[in-house]
């Protein structure tokens, strides 16, 4: 257990429908990433936040957003679904902020869209 | 930017038999390394890591050197179980980037 939590673990919905992805990160672990893995692109980083700022933007796609809050649980939002963004999303925390160091993974969250 | 190439697979072994999953990386600074591990149904954890040139990260059984002049992390385990069976994941990051960078997988199965 690397003590990073994503909910729900799975999610079924409909083209054009929105959803929310919530992560809660390791306590203590102020950086959070989230990540997209699919067969045909792999794991693709999609986006960082630090204690609640935006850190680094990876391939994002603008129906996409996220945020940190206060108590360091993180959303990923993903709108006006398409049938190609079905994938499992995964959220990691680390302590670190500077750079990139160790990364705890949560279990993932598997999105379907139909 | 930067980048992480890693062999792709699947690779199949024998029980006991010697693995070398090969990962080179392009960065303009000097990034860490890492690789990690995905289990069926499972997210990623760290195998191992090498924060500088010539580190060798060790875990489990599996190694990988940070070999600057040739770029590349090469995962290596001397004798493989059937419980190695797994995703094995190359990684980048730091040495000026925020961005961690993934090699798209390599899938190891290991028969008895």
């Known amino acids: 257990d690397s003590g990073v939590t994503q909910t729900p673990k799975h999610l079924i919905t409909a083209t054009g429908q929105r959803v929310t992805l919530r992560c809660s990160p390791r306590?203590?672990?102020?950086?959070v990433y989230w990540y997209q893995q699919s067969l045909d692109q792999g794991l693709q980083f999609l986006i960082q936040?630090?204690?609640?700022?935006?850190?680094a933007k990876g391939n994002i796609l603008e129906r996409f957003s996220a945020q940190q809050f206060p108590d360091l649980h993180s959303e990923l939002n993903l709108s006006s679904l398409e049938l190609g963004d079905s994938a499992l999303y995964f959220c990691?925390?680390?302590?670190?902020?500077?750079?990139?160091?160790?990364?705890?993974f949560g279990p993932g969250t598997r999105l379907t869209v139909t | 930017g930067n980048s992480v190439t890693q062999m792709e697979g699947p690779v199949t072994l024998s029980e006991e038999a010697f693995l070398t999953i090969n990962c080179t990386y392009t960065a303009t600074g000097y990034p860490s390394l890492f690789w990690y591990v995905q289990y069926p149904g499972e997210g990623l954890q760290l195998l191992l890591k090498a924060t500088k040139a010539d580190d060798k990260g060790s875990n489990k059984g599996f190694e990988a050197t940070y070999r600057k002049e040739t770029t590349s992390f090469h995962l290596e385990k001397g004798s493989v179980q059937v419980s190695d069976s797994a995703v094995y994941f190359c990684a980048s990051g730091g040495g000026g980037s925020y961005i961690p960078t993934f090699g798209r997988g390599t899938s190891l199965i290991v028969h008895p």
């Open positions: 306590s203590g672990d102020l950086s």
């Open positions: 990691a925390s680390s302590p670190e902020g500077q750079g990139v160091g160790r990364q705890y």
């Open positions: 936040y630090y204690n609640g700022e935006e850190r």
